[in-house]
Every structure is written in C-alpha cells, then in structure tokens.
Nanobody, 125 residues
Framework: QVQLVESGGGLVQAGGSLRLSCAASGRTLSSHGLGWFRQAPGKEREFVAGIHWSGDSTYYADSVKGRFTISRDNAKNTVYLQMNSLKPEDTAVYYC??????????????????WGQGTQVTVSS
C-alpha cells in the first residue's frame, strides 16, 4: 500500500520561507518521481512543482518559478519543496502525489494516483 505523508506547513509572514516534506512508503520515489499541487479556498487544485524519477529534471508552475525548489533524498524516500519569498497568494493546502506512469510528470491531477493528506500553508501579509 502506498502512503504519502506531507509535513512542514504552517503560518509565515510574507517574504518568509517554509520547507515541505513528502515522505513515501510502499513506492520508491526515485523510480516514479513526484508532483506537488496546491488548492486554495474556492479554487481548483493546481500544479506547483514536479521532479522526474532521475532527479535531473524539475518542473515548476510559472507562479512559483524562481521562488520554490523541489528536491529529493533517495535514502529517505522523501521529496522536499523549499518555498522562499512566500506571498499571501501562496496560501493553500499543499499536496504531494505520485504519477500514474513512472517518471511522467504532468500538470494535471489525472496524471497522479496516490495523494497525501495535505498540509496547510498560510502566508500573512
């Protein structure tokens, strides 16, 4: 059984930083890759960042490019999302998910099969 557990969310002031973690069990992230999504109140879930199984390729939404960095620790089977220069519009529940097709990082929810429970990120102005 695949389980993804996010952590690291919280309340931060605008301009601050947070690092989210996504720990996996039942699936080796280094052979699948992983995506981060977020959902703000009243909005649809949107793609934030993704990392290919090789770790050589990373992908970002335009809204977070240059501020967020996705990385992984194979030994811990964990993927991180370092979020810097946070803005109030980054406020959302953040989810990690594994791709249905190993290594295929898509920007749509349908491309992912297992999801974590989400972690709240709140950025105050």
């Amino acid at each position: 059984q695949v389980q993804l557990v996010e952590s690291g969310g919280g309340l931060v002031q605008a301009g601050g930083s947070l690092r989210l973690s996504c720990a996996a069990s039942g699936r080796t992230l280094s052979s699948h890759g992983l995506g981060w999504f977020r959902q703000a109140p009243g909005k649809e879930r949107e793609f934030v960042a993704g990392i290919h199984w090789s770790g050589d390729s990373t992908y970002y939404a335009d809204s977070v490019k240059g501020r967020f960095t996705i990385s992984r620790d194979n030994a811990k089977n964990t993927v991180y999302l370092q979020m810097n220069s946070l803005k109030p519009e980054d406020t959302a529940v953040y989810y990690c998910a594994t791709p249905r097709i190993p290594g295929l990082i898509l920007t749509t929810e349908g491309g992912y099969d297992y999801w974590g429970q989400g972690t709240q990120v709140t950025v105050s102005s």
